[in-house]
């Protein structure tokens, strides 16, 4: 009984290559007052996964939403090394994508960050499924037991 | 993307370190949202409070400066998270005043005019019809696309700031005629409006519409700036419109048709019970609760409301063991100060406080479990951010709550 490993495509957004459980919201997800920065808490009382951690998971929503602030929370949280391993979306937009380039361009952290998946990823995995994210190929791996 | 010699001499660093940093994140970005070229812009607004921007936020700005970045456009910044002058008076420890007092160093070596101010676009920053500017602030950017007929998109904090040192931005979104066509009808069935019904109103909207772009009927033509102010406020922070078309009223439904030739997607009517539930819905206090704080000046004020306050304010004081808070930009309190309207409202007992508000300030160091105010944003974003409870209700309601007599 070995690893089945099925590979979706989708559009590599920032490149680097991250792996971890998925922590999944099919909410769209909001990092301002949403995240606590200090420990990757969930803190936004209306996502629907309350006091569940980021860190290091692959983080998958549809889009972030919430204040242009957003950015530099999502940003402290990387800072403070409780970022996710990766981000895969449905379709990115510039709160997101924002705070991972400067992680890259501040701190020399990657996150990879694929969207528009052959196919809806939250009906493709459960909460912690492990996923690889190449986000210069845009290619996840859903990793499971066969 | 296709880039122009200059912008490609950025990114390889022969502009310094700062415009390629910001090159690189434009480009980044760009790519991403599928822009086909970067366009110039006319302005920016940025973001430079330590609440949100956390060390991080210090660390990229100081990069920036650092980096010898410098504003090649005009650029306004947001409220900080403290009073410069009141800090200590409204309790804020040091250390958390210490790390402003960086973001307010960088903003100022990057050229910012430091007006700390929500409200650029009705004094010092003044976008007109058409142009491409680069602003966050969620109320800002509300006003500057739909009152004005400017073209932002909701720039992040980190976006701001590089397209405020290369006066560049990438061409997606809303800087693209297309895309600014409004998906929904709002038909507006409202009697005589109040201030009050202007920031329902926005929550209303801003929560049916999410990301999508209101066309609105039924607002009176005689709306003043402050109330659009407000409503675009509401509509900013209970969903997160960027822009909406209010018929009769701003420039792009005046000039053209706001749904660009296609059927709205949706149609809602609202009337005063929609209001009234709405009205509920944001307060999340017992009624009957004492009220420990009460705040106005959600977005900052204007002299106009401030006369307005001082009206309301005749023969009145605020009550032993209530604090009551009013947030007003800078300009507006030296011009209040020249009026004659500061010192007497002072010395009833109110604290003023300027280029911050009780929005984003650490106010939770007073541990306030009550606030009552006027604001629906406030209403809505300070519970998130302080973990209190909230009464909204009009000014008149707010004065009496916080003042007496005397």
Known sequence: ?146 | MILTDEEKAYLEGSHGEANRLAMELLVSLGESFGAERLIPIASAHILGHYGSLHQAGIDFLEKLAEGGGECRVPTTVDPSSVDFERWKQFKIPEEYVEKQKRLQIAVEKLGVIPTWSCTPYLSINVPRYGQNIAWAESSAIAYANSVIGARTNRTPFGLDICAAITGKIPEFGLYIEENRRGSLLFDVKIDDFSDLDYHTLGAIIGSRSGADIPVIKGIPANITNDQLKCFGAGAGSAGSVALYHALGITPEARLKDPFGGKKPEEVFAIGRKDLQKMEDQISTADPNARVHMVTLGCPLLSTEELKAIFRKMQKRKVRKDMYFWIYLTKETYDIGKALGLIDPLEKAGIWFSTQTCATISPVKVWGFSHVMTNSAKCALVVPSEHDVKITYRDTDGCIITATEPG
């Open chain 1, 1 to 146: 009984m070995g690893n089945v490993r099925e590979i979706v495509k989708g559009r590599g957004v920032t490149p680097g290559y991250g792996e971890g459980k998925a922590l999944i919201s099919k909410k769209p997800f909001m990092f301002a007052h949403g995240v606590e920065p200090r420990t990757g808490e969930i803190i936004d009382i209306r996502s629907g996964l309350l006091k569940e951690n980021i860190k290091g998971k692959v983080l998958i929503f549809p889009f972030g939403k919430g204040s242009t602030t957003g950015s530099a929370w999502f940003l402290e949280t990387i800072r403070q090394g409780n970022g996710p391993s990766a981000v895969i979306n449905v379709e990115t937009e510039s709160i997101i994508a924002s705070a991972i380039v400067m992680a890259r361009l501040l701190y020399g952290i990657t996150i990879p960050l694929v969207d528009r998946l052959e196919g809806d990823i939250s009906e493709m995995v459960t909460k912690d499924t492990f996923i690889q994210v190449n986000g210069n190929t845009g290619e996840i791996t859903i990793v499971s037991r066969g």
